[in-house]
């Protein structure tokens, strides 16, 4: 039975409580998170033995008995506290994004290879049911020759007041949940991009692998956000282009959750693959019958449940995990280079998963016809 603690009791945390009660051959020691109170209060809730405050304190009197900690507090203190736990030979898996800077990104993957200690990030939204069975659609050939790929997420998820909706199974432990997601969302610099482009981009490159370019423009529509709330990426593949938008502050009718408003559509020589609010599925052969398959209504119990099991597995196998921080770095690396293309206009940036490794200030000045 690995032992594990989990950094940060806040809008996330429910999440991946559930996820580690529901993974058979590891458990939560520990809780860490500033506000102690509320930290005791959910051990207690959720039979874990101890609380701590910082995780200096937790590392003093715990780092003997820990295989993992999960790292989940905001981006920003990512890489302090990964720092300070592979400082202690401790493996890590830390939520998305990985860091909310190109600086931070780099040294949190550097400093976990030079420890020799398992990393792994929380890109769950691979191991969405749906999402999983379309990638195994494509890996197989079932759609042929792929000609056109689109990946939107358009809503009016903003723009509401925020007191009004909350996140399905997340303000149930907490009604202030939501308000507190949306206070750290206001002073991002990069938001949406960063925040939610990860998981559509780790999606992408797990079907399609990795792109020759990328161009990107980013925009903000709500007056109380200091970052992008809408994002255009297109990654050119070499006989086709995956397209991704996200809007969500799109005016319209509100939305609870932003998976709701997802919509992809695959296009193949053999047919049209399209999933919906990652719940349906729908298969158009050219020839042949459609396919509908319709998966569970709250499809993340079960992406952040693979998740979790698949980094356990790799610290019990000795192998890496699927969502390993070298492997996590290349979508990192799309971000970054998205925001670099934005910034000059949409232009493209050549290699871009490489964009992180070979970032200096004179690189990526290549256009692509």
């Not at 939560?28 to 405050?53: P, W």
Request: aromatic share 8%; charged share 25%; glycine share 6%.
């Amino acid at each position: 039975m690995l032992k594990g603690a989990l950094i940060g009791c806040g809008y996330i945390f429910p999440r991946h409580v559930r996820a580690w009660a529901e993974v058979p051959d590891a458990e939560l020691v520990a809780l860490c998170d500033l506000d102690l109170e509320r930290a005791q209060r959910l051990a207690s809730r959720h039979g874990i033995a101890d609380a701590f405050a910082s995780i200096d304190e937790l590392l003093e009197e715990k780092a003997g008995e820990l295989d993992f900690v999960d790292v989940a507090v905001p981006p920003e203190a990512h890489r302090i506290v990964v720092e300070k736990a592979v400082s202690h030979g401790i493996n890590i898996l830390c939520q998305k994004p990985m860091a909310h800077t190109l600086q931070d990104t780099l040294a949190i993957t550097r400093v976990t290879e030079l420890a020799s200690v398992t990393g792994a990030v929380n890109e769950m939204w691979k191991w969405l049911p749906a999402y999983a069975h379309a990638g195994a659609m494509i890996a197989s050939g079932d759609l042929g020759h792929i000609e056109r790929v689109r990946f939107t997420a358009e809503c009016n998820l903003l723009l509401p007041r925020r007191g009004e909706f909350a996140f399905p199974g997340v303000a149930d432990e907490d009604p202030d949940v939501y308000d507190e997601l949306f206070r750290r969302y206001q002073p991002m610099p990069r938001m949406i991009l960063l925040d939610y482009g990860p998981h559509i981009l780790d999606v992408l490159r797990f079907w399609f692998g990795e792109p020759t370019a990328l161009r990107a423009s980013v925009a903000r529509t709500h007056p109380g956000v200091a970052g992008d709330d809408a994002a255009n990426v297109t990654l050119r593949y070499p006989s086709f282009d995956a397209e991704m938008a996200i809007d969500v502050s799109r005016p319209g009718p509100e939305v609870r959750d932003n998976l709701d408003a997802e919509a992809v559509a695959v296009r193949g020589s053999k047919g049209l693959l399209t999933v919906m609010a990652g719940k349906w599925l729908e298969w158009h052969p050219t020839n042949g019958e459609r396919v509908r398959i319709s998966f569970p209504q709250e499809p993340r119990v079960e992406a952040f449940r693979n998740s979790h099991q698949d980094f356990v597995n790799s610290l019990k196998e000795g192998r890496s995990p699927q969502s390993s921080m070298t492997d996590s770095l290349r979508t990192q690396s799309l971000v970054f280079a998205a925001y670099e293309s934005a910034r000059r206009d949409g232009s493209w940036v050549t290699q871009p998963s490489e964009f992180a490794s070979n970032h200096h200030p004179n690189r990526h000045q290549e256009s692509v016809g």
